[in-house]
Protein backbone atom coordinates (compact mmCIF):
# COMPACT_ATOMS: atom_id res chain seq x y z
CA UNK A 1 0.00 0.00 0.00
CA UNK A 2 1.17 3.37 -1.02
CA UNK A 3 2.21 5.25 2.50
CA UNK A 4 5.10 7.77 0.68
CA UNK A 5 3.20 11.27 1.46
CA UNK A 6 0.82 11.03 4.70
CA UNK A 7 -0.10 14.87 4.95
CA UNK A 8 0.73 16.65 2.00
CA UNK A 9 0.74 16.38 -1.57
CA UNK A 10 4.64 15.95 -1.88
CA UNK A 11 5.71 12.62 -3.51
CA UNK A 12 9.41 13.53 -3.62
CA UNK A 13 11.30 12.91 -0.34
CA UNK A 14 10.01 9.73 1.07
CA UNK A 15 9.13 7.83 -2.11
CA UNK A 16 12.99 7.30 -2.50
CA UNK A 17 12.91 3.68 -1.11
CA UNK A 18 13.62 1.97 -4.64
CA UNK A 19 16.48 0.95 -6.10
CA UNK A 20 18.15 4.12 -7.87
CA UNK A 21 18.80 3.81 -11.77
CA UNK A 22 22.35 3.20 -12.73
CA UNK A 23 23.89 7.19 -14.06
CA UNK A 24 24.45 5.70 -17.50
CA UNK A 25 20.80 3.47 -17.52
CA UNK A 26 19.99 4.81 -21.29
CA UNK A 27 16.39 5.05 -20.52
CA UNK A 28 17.56 7.43 -17.76
CA UNK A 29 19.87 9.70 -20.09
CA UNK A 30 17.30 9.85 -23.01
CA UNK A 31 14.64 11.41 -20.38
CA UNK A 32 17.31 13.40 -18.99
CA UNK A 33 17.87 15.00 -22.46
CA UNK A 34 14.11 14.89 -23.65
CA UNK A 35 12.85 16.60 -20.41
CA UNK A 36 15.31 18.82 -19.32
CA UNK A 37 16.06 17.71 -16.45
CA UNK A 38 19.41 16.17 -14.35
CA UNK A 39 19.67 12.76 -13.93
CA UNK A 40 19.16 12.77 -10.47
CA UNK A 41 16.06 14.87 -10.65
CA UNK A 42 14.74 12.23 -13.45
CA UNK A 43 15.04 9.27 -10.83
CA UNK A 44 13.43 11.11 -8.50
CA UNK A 45 10.73 11.99 -11.02
CA UNK A 46 10.29 8.10 -12.05
CA UNK A 47 10.11 6.91 -7.76
CA UNK A 48 7.42 9.49 -7.89
CA UNK A 49 5.74 8.01 -10.72
CA UNK A 50 5.65 4.82 -10.29
CA UNK A 51 4.15 5.28 -6.04
CA UNK A 52 1.79 7.52 -8.24
CA UNK A 53 0.76 4.81 -9.90
CA UNK A 54 -0.06 2.77 -6.83
CA UNK A 55 -1.71 5.68 -4.95
CA UNK A 56 -3.93 6.00 -8.52
CA UNK A 57 -5.38 2.43 -8.35
CA UNK A 58 -6.10 2.50 -4.68
CA UNK A 59 -7.90 5.88 -4.65
CA UNK A 60 -10.02 4.98 -8.11
CA UNK A 61 -11.15 2.04 -6.29
CA UNK A 62 -12.24 3.60 -2.88
CA UNK A 63 -13.80 6.82 -4.62
CA UNK A 64 -16.16 4.14 -7.06
CA UNK A 65 -18.34 6.40 -8.79
CA UNK A 66 -17.55 9.53 -7.91
CA UNK A 67 -13.87 9.39 -9.19
CA UNK A 68 -13.28 11.61 -12.04
CA UNK A 69 -9.65 10.70 -13.15
CA UNK A 70 -5.85 11.81 -11.82
CA UNK A 71 -2.90 13.24 -12.84
CA UNK A 72 0.65 14.08 -12.05
CA UNK A 73 1.47 17.77 -11.92
CA UNK A 74 4.26 19.30 -14.23
CA UNK A 75 7.08 18.70 -12.02
CA UNK A 76 5.53 15.27 -11.16
CA UNK A 77 5.68 16.04 -7.42
CA UNK A 78 2.36 15.78 -6.61
CA UNK A 79 -0.79 14.03 -7.57
CA UNK A 80 -4.14 15.45 -8.75
CA UNK A 81 -7.26 13.41 -7.73
CA UNK A 82 -10.79 14.75 -8.87
CA UNK A 83 -14.05 13.78 -7.80
CA UNK A 84 -17.24 14.58 -8.10
CA UNK A 85 -18.38 14.23 -4.50
CA UNK A 86 -17.20 16.81 -2.31
CA UNK A 87 -17.07 15.01 0.79
CA UNK A 88 -14.66 12.88 -0.74
CA UNK A 89 -11.74 15.23 -0.87
CA UNK A 90 -10.50 14.71 2.81
CA UNK A 91 -9.81 11.48 2.20
CA UNK A 92 -8.00 12.11 -0.42
CA UNK A 93 -5.22 14.70 1.17
CA UNK A 94 -5.04 11.95 4.14
CA UNK A 95 -3.58 9.65 1.22
CA UNK A 96 -1.08 12.28 0.33
CA UNK A 97 -2.97 13.41 -2.79
CA UNK A 98 -4.35 16.37 -3.46
CA UNK A 99 -8.31 16.48 -4.06
CA UNK A 100 -10.47 18.80 -7.11
CA UNK A 101 -13.98 18.62 -7.18
CA UNK A 102 -15.45 18.32 -10.33
CA UNK A 103 -18.70 17.92 -12.41
CA UNK A 104 -18.42 14.78 -14.68
CA UNK A 105 -17.10 11.34 -12.89
CA UNK A 106 -14.30 9.60 -15.32
CA UNK A 107 -16.90 6.63 -15.94
CA UNK A 108 -19.07 9.26 -17.25
CA UNK A 109 -16.56 11.10 -19.72
CA UNK A 110 -15.26 7.26 -20.60
CA UNK A 111 -18.86 7.00 -21.68
CA UNK A 112 -19.33 9.70 -23.93
CA UNK A 113 -16.29 9.13 -25.77
CA UNK A 114 -17.77 5.18 -26.52
CA UNK A 115 -20.85 7.54 -27.67
CA UNK A 116 -18.46 9.51 -30.52
CA UNK A 117 -16.81 5.87 -31.14
CA UNK A 118 -20.09 4.44 -32.30
CA UNK A 119 -21.36 7.70 -34.01
CA UNK A 120 -18.18 7.79 -35.71
CA UNK A 121 -19.03 4.73 -37.65
CA UNK A 122 -21.96 6.57 -39.67
CA UNK A 123 -20.51 10.08 -39.92
CA UNK A 124 -17.41 10.74 -41.47
CA UNK A 125 -15.14 13.94 -40.03
CA UNK A 126 -12.10 13.71 -41.94
CA UNK A 127 -9.10 13.85 -39.63
CA UNK A 128 -10.73 14.51 -35.81
CA UNK A 129 -9.89 13.10 -32.58
CA UNK A 130 -12.01 12.62 -29.27
CA UNK A 131 -10.70 12.06 -26.25
CA UNK A 132 -11.33 12.47 -22.41
CA UNK A 133 -8.95 15.53 -20.72
CA UNK A 134 -9.46 14.56 -16.76
CA UNK A 135 -7.97 17.64 -16.35
CA UNK A 136 -10.02 19.80 -18.16
CA UNK A 137 -12.87 17.36 -17.13
CA UNK A 138 -14.39 17.71 -20.51
CA UNK A 139 -14.31 15.14 -23.72
CA UNK A 140 -12.57 16.70 -26.28
CA UNK A 141 -13.60 16.54 -29.86
CA UNK A 142 -10.42 18.51 -32.28
CA UNK A 143 -11.04 18.86 -35.47
CA UNK A 144 -8.28 20.37 -38.41
CA UNK A 145 -8.32 24.14 -38.78
CA UNK A 146 -5.33 25.60 -40.53
CA UNK A 147 -4.63 28.11 -37.83
CA UNK A 148 -6.02 26.28 -35.20
CA UNK A 149 -7.34 28.58 -31.96
CA UNK A 150 -6.89 28.36 -28.25
CA UNK A 151 -7.54 25.26 -26.63
CA UNK A 152 -11.34 24.58 -26.02
CA UNK A 153 -13.04 27.36 -28.05
CA UNK A 154 -16.45 27.12 -28.92
CA UNK A 155 -18.27 24.70 -31.08
CA UNK A 156 -18.85 25.12 -34.54
CA UNK A 157 -22.47 26.06 -35.50
CA UNK A 158 -24.66 24.61 -38.33
CA UNK A 159 -24.69 21.01 -39.17
CA UNK A 160 -20.93 20.13 -39.89
CA UNK A 161 -19.98 16.62 -39.04
CA UNK A 162 -18.18 17.35 -36.23
CA UNK A 163 -21.09 19.24 -35.10
CA UNK A 164 -23.46 15.96 -35.75
CA UNK A 165 -21.06 13.96 -33.62
CA UNK A 166 -21.00 16.47 -30.99
CA UNK A 167 -24.54 15.99 -31.01
CA UNK A 168 -24.39 12.05 -31.15
CA UNK A 169 -22.42 12.39 -27.96
CA UNK A 170 -25.73 13.81 -25.98
CA UNK A 171 -23.36 15.62 -23.45
CA UNK A 172 -22.41 18.77 -22.20
CA UNK A 173 -19.00 17.67 -21.14
CA UNK A 174 -18.26 17.52 -25.09
CA UNK A 175 -16.84 20.47 -26.21
CA UNK A 176 -15.41 21.17 -30.15
CA UNK A 177 -11.93 22.38 -30.92
CA UNK A 178 -10.19 23.95 -33.58
CA UNK A 179 -6.86 22.15 -33.90
CA UNK A 180 -3.78 22.63 -36.46
CA UNK A 181 -3.23 18.91 -35.84
CA UNK A 182 -3.86 16.90 -38.61
CA UNK A 183 -3.50 13.44 -36.77
CA UNK A 184 -1.95 10.34 -39.29
CA UNK A 185 -0.03 7.50 -38.97
CA UNK A 186 3.33 6.96 -38.80
CA UNK A 187 3.31 4.19 -40.76
CA UNK A 188 4.46 5.14 -44.50
CA UNK A 189 4.78 3.48 -47.62
CA UNK A 190 8.08 3.88 -48.88
CA UNK A 191 9.50 2.47 -52.31
CA UNK A 192 12.42 0.35 -51.78
CA UNK A 193 11.09 -1.23 -48.32
CA UNK A 194 10.12 -5.44 -48.12
CA UNK A 195 6.47 -6.80 -47.41
CA UNK A 196 5.35 -10.00 -46.84
CA UNK A 197 2.97 -12.40 -48.15
CA UNK A 198 3.26 -15.41 -46.42
CA UNK A 199 7.09 -16.33 -45.65
CA UNK A 200 7.54 -14.65 -49.14
CA UNK A 201 9.41 -11.60 -49.05
CA UNK A 202 8.87 -8.95 -51.82
CA UNK A 203 9.21 -5.15 -52.16
CA UNK A 204 6.90 -1.97 -52.36
CA UNK A 205 7.69 -0.38 -55.88
CA UNK A 206 6.14 3.09 -55.46
CA UNK A 207 3.72 4.43 -53.89
CA UNK A 208 -0.22 5.31 -54.87
CA UNK A 209 -3.41 6.23 -54.44
CA UNK A 210 -6.49 4.95 -55.13
CA UNK A 211 -8.84 8.12 -54.54
CA UNK A 212 -8.20 8.13 -50.97
CA UNK A 213 -7.08 4.85 -50.83
CA UNK A 214 -3.12 4.60 -50.01
CA UNK A 215 -0.68 1.76 -51.57
CA UNK A 216 1.53 0.35 -53.42
CA UNK A 217 2.63 -0.83 -56.81
CA UNK A 218 4.78 -4.02 -57.01
CA UNK A 219 5.69 -7.25 -59.03
CA UNK A 220 2.41 -9.60 -59.94
CA UNK A 221 4.05 -12.51 -59.24
CA UNK A 222 4.51 -11.07 -55.78
CA UNK A 223 0.70 -12.57 -55.08
CA UNK A 224 -2.83 -13.00 -56.07
CA UNK A 225 -5.16 -10.62 -56.17
CA UNK A 226 -6.87 -10.96 -52.45
CA UNK A 227 -3.60 -12.41 -50.59
CA UNK A 228 -3.30 -10.28 -47.40
CA UNK A 229 0.05 -8.72 -46.75
CA UNK A 230 1.97 -7.99 -43.85
CA UNK A 231 4.85 -5.33 -42.96
CA UNK A 232 3.20 -3.59 -43.92
CA UNK A 233 -0.99 -4.67 -43.44
CA UNK A 234 -2.59 -4.56 -46.82
CA UNK A 235 -4.13 -6.59 -49.31
CA UNK A 236 -3.53 -7.02 -53.24
CA UNK A 237 -6.50 -5.44 -55.16
CA UNK A 238 -5.35 -6.38 -58.51
CA UNK A 239 -2.52 -9.02 -60.10
CA UNK A 240 -1.29 -9.96 -63.35
CA UNK A 241 0.91 -12.34 -63.91
CA UNK A 242 2.24 -14.04 -66.66
CA UNK A 243 1.49 -11.87 -69.67
CA UNK A 244 2.27 -8.88 -67.41
CA UNK A 245 4.05 -8.85 -63.91
CA UNK A 246 2.63 -6.32 -62.23
CA UNK A 247 0.04 -5.92 -59.10
CA UNK A 248 -1.20 -3.13 -56.40
CA UNK A 249 -1.72 -3.48 -53.19
CA UNK A 250 -4.48 -1.62 -50.93
CA UNK A 251 -2.80 -0.32 -47.63
CA UNK A 252 -5.81 1.57 -45.48
CA UNK A 253 -4.24 3.37 -42.39
CA UNK A 254 -0.70 3.62 -43.59
CA UNK A 255 0.39 7.11 -45.52
CA UNK A 256 1.78 6.89 -49.10
CA UNK A 257 5.05 8.56 -49.51
CA UNK A 258 6.94 10.14 -52.41
CA UNK A 259 10.03 8.72 -51.71
CA UNK A 260 11.97 5.44 -52.48
CA UNK A 261 14.75 4.14 -50.54
CA UNK A 262 18.15 5.75 -51.50
CA UNK A 263 22.22 4.67 -50.90
CA UNK A 264 22.07 3.85 -47.31
CA UNK A 265 18.69 4.45 -46.24
CA UNK A 266 18.53 7.92 -47.47
CA UNK A 267 15.03 9.36 -49.62
CA UNK A 268 14.99 9.77 -52.73
CA UNK A 269 12.20 11.80 -54.19
CA UNK A 270 9.76 10.83 -56.81
CA UNK A 271 8.42 13.85 -59.14
CA UNK A 272 6.97 12.09 -61.50
CA UNK A 273 7.25 8.85 -64.31
CA UNK A 274 8.58 10.34 -67.12
CA UNK A 275 9.73 7.23 -69.10
CA UNK A 276 14.13 7.15 -69.50
CA UNK A 277 15.27 7.41 -72.81
CA UNK A 278 17.15 4.00 -74.34
CA UNK A 279 21.01 4.58 -72.87
CA UNK A 280 19.74 6.85 -69.68
CA UNK A 281 20.82 6.01 -66.37
CA UNK A 282 18.71 4.45 -64.03
CA UNK A 283 19.01 3.11 -60.05
CA UNK A 284 16.78 0.15 -58.43
CA UNK A 285 16.58 -0.15 -54.33
CA UNK A 286 15.20 -3.54 -52.95
CA UNK A 287 16.19 -4.49 -49.46
CA UNK A 288 18.10 -8.14 -50.10
CA UNK A 289 20.72 -5.93 -52.05
CA UNK A 290 20.36 -2.56 -51.65
CA UNK A 291 20.41 0.34 -54.21
CA UNK A 292 22.03 -0.07 -57.77
CA UNK A 293 22.25 2.11 -60.58
CA UNK A 294 22.91 1.08 -64.59
CA UNK A 295 21.54 2.16 -67.52
CA UNK A 296 18.31 1.58 -69.83
CA UNK A 297 19.17 -1.20 -72.49
CA UNK A 298 15.76 -1.59 -74.55
CA UNK A 299 12.42 -0.91 -73.90
CA UNK A 300 9.56 -3.26 -75.40
CA UNK A 301 11.31 -6.50 -74.02
CA UNK A 302 9.58 -10.09 -74.21
CA UNK A 303 10.94 -12.48 -71.39
CA UNK A 304 9.60 -16.07 -71.28
CA UNK A 305 10.05 -17.51 -67.99
CA UNK A 306 9.17 -21.17 -66.81
CA UNK A 307 5.58 -19.92 -65.44
CA UNK A 308 4.99 -18.31 -68.99
CA UNK A 309 5.73 -15.55 -71.32
CA UNK A 310 5.68 -11.51 -70.15
CA UNK A 311 5.71 -8.41 -72.43
CA UNK A 312 6.17 -5.11 -72.86
CA UNK A 313 9.24 -4.83 -70.43
CA UNK A 314 12.14 -2.65 -70.39
CA UNK A 315 15.85 -4.47 -69.58
CA UNK A 316 18.32 -2.99 -68.04
CA UNK A 317 22.07 -3.70 -66.95
CA UNK A 318 21.22 -2.96 -63.10
CA UNK A 319 21.83 -6.45 -61.03
CA UNK A 320 19.33 -7.50 -58.55
CA UNK A 321 18.83 -10.58 -56.55
CA UNK A 322 15.59 -12.65 -55.05
CA UNK A 323 13.92 -10.48 -53.01
CA UNK A 324 14.34 -7.77 -54.58
CA UNK A 325 10.94 -8.30 -56.76
CA UNK A 326 8.58 -5.36 -57.28
CA UNK A 327 11.45 -2.84 -56.11
CA UNK A 328 11.84 0.87 -57.76
CA UNK A 329 13.44 1.72 -60.53
CA UNK A 330 14.19 5.30 -61.12
CA UNK A 331 15.75 7.95 -63.25
CA UNK A 332 16.54 11.43 -62.35
CA UNK A 333 13.37 11.61 -60.17
CA UNK A 334 11.15 9.87 -62.49
CA UNK A 335 9.53 6.70 -61.60
CA UNK A 336 10.22 4.06 -64.07
CA UNK A 337 8.68 0.77 -63.08
CA UNK A 338 8.70 -2.48 -61.03
CA UNK A 339 11.56 -5.08 -60.81
CA UNK A 340 10.20 -8.44 -62.25
CA UNK A 341 13.26 -10.58 -63.16
CA UNK A 342 16.65 -10.96 -64.66
CA UNK A 343 19.97 -12.94 -64.47
CA UNK A 344 22.87 -12.86 -62.75
CA UNK A 345 23.82 -10.74 -59.38
CA UNK A 346 25.31 -7.89 -57.46
CA UNK A 347 28.70 -10.33 -57.14
CA UNK A 348 29.22 -10.74 -60.45
CA UNK A 349 26.77 -8.18 -62.43
CA UNK A 350 23.85 -9.40 -64.45
CA UNK A 351 20.70 -8.00 -66.38
CA UNK A 352 17.30 -6.85 -64.78
CA UNK A 353 14.14 -6.16 -66.47
CA UNK A 354 11.33 -3.89 -64.75
CA UNK A 355 7.52 -3.69 -65.94
CA UNK A 356 6.78 0.14 -66.74
CA UNK A 357 5.21 1.84 -63.73
CA UNK A 358 2.87 3.86 -66.33
CA UNK A 359 1.26 0.80 -67.45
CA UNK A 360 0.76 -0.07 -64.10
CA UNK A 361 -1.33 3.53 -62.67
CA UNK A 362 -3.16 3.13 -66.47
CA UNK A 363 -4.60 -0.58 -65.68
CA UNK A 364 -5.88 -0.27 -62.26
CA UNK A 365 -6.42 3.75 -62.20
CA UNK A 366 -3.90 4.76 -59.68
CA UNK A 367 -2.47 8.05 -58.85
CA UNK A 368 1.76 7.88 -58.36
CA UNK A 369 2.73 9.76 -55.23
CA UNK A 370 4.66 12.37 -56.14
CA UNK A 371 6.08 15.45 -54.20
Not at 64 to 79: F, K, N, Q, R, V
Request: proline share 6%.
Amino acid sequence: MFRCAVAGITLVAACLATPAHAASDPVIEALSRDLGLSEPAVVTRLANERHAAALEAELATSLGDSYGGSWLTEDASALVVATTDPDRTAAISARGARPVVVRHSLSELDAVVRRLDQAARRIRTGPALWYADVRANRVVLQVPSPSGSSPYGSSPAGSSPAAALAAAARSAAVVVAPSAELPRTYADIIGGDPFYVGSMRCTIGFSVTKGSIPGFVTAGHCGHTGDLVKSPAGTFQGSSFPGNDYAWVATPGYTAQPYVRGPGGTLVTVRGSVQATVGASVCRGGPTTGWHCGTVQQHNATVTYAQGTVYGLTRTNVCAEPGDSGGPFISGGQAQGVTVGGSGNCSTGGTTYFQPVNEILSAYGLTLRTA
